[in-house]
């Protein structure tokens, strides 16, 4: 889940070269449209200042109120410590800093995914 365009389109291209199965959404409440379609998901990479009134992080805990078998991975360009604060980040979701590697979002993928 990405706002921007652009970087969502990157990002997607990237995801799949890594091998995965990707599915966008510009916003929160599309990304959690297609959580609830049953489509299958195993996780959800998502910015965390999105616009639309739901932050990455209360999208997160919506996403896994839904599936609590999900797996989250969250990005930012902020710090963790400043989006704890400002944006109620929970210590429990792993956060990959913005601008990333190629290299260290698949690392911070396979972490997320292998739990």
């Known amino acids: 889940m990405e706002d921007d365009e652009d970087v969502l389109a990157v990002t997607a291209e990237s ?7 990707v599915v966008t959404a510009v916003d929160a409440a599309q990304a959690v449209a297609i959580l609830q379609s049953g489509q299958p998901i195993d996780l959800l990479f998502s910015d965390v200042v999105i616009p639309g009134g739901t932050n990455g992080a209360e999208l997160a ?5 839904l599936r609590p078998e999900l797996k ?5 360009g ?5 989006l704890s604060h400002e944006h109620g ?8 800093a913005k601008p990333y590697q190629r290299e260290e979002l698949a690392k911070q993928l396979r972490q997320a995914i292998s739990g």
Do not use: E, I, M
């Open 78 to 82: 902020y710090t963790a410590a400043a």
């Open 15 to 21: 995801l799949k070269d890594f091998g995965y199965h």
């Open 72 to 76: 989250v991975l969250l990005t930012s």
């Open 89 to 96: 980040l929970p210590d429990d979701l792993s956060l990959v």
């Open 61 to 65: 805990v919506k996403a896994r109120r």
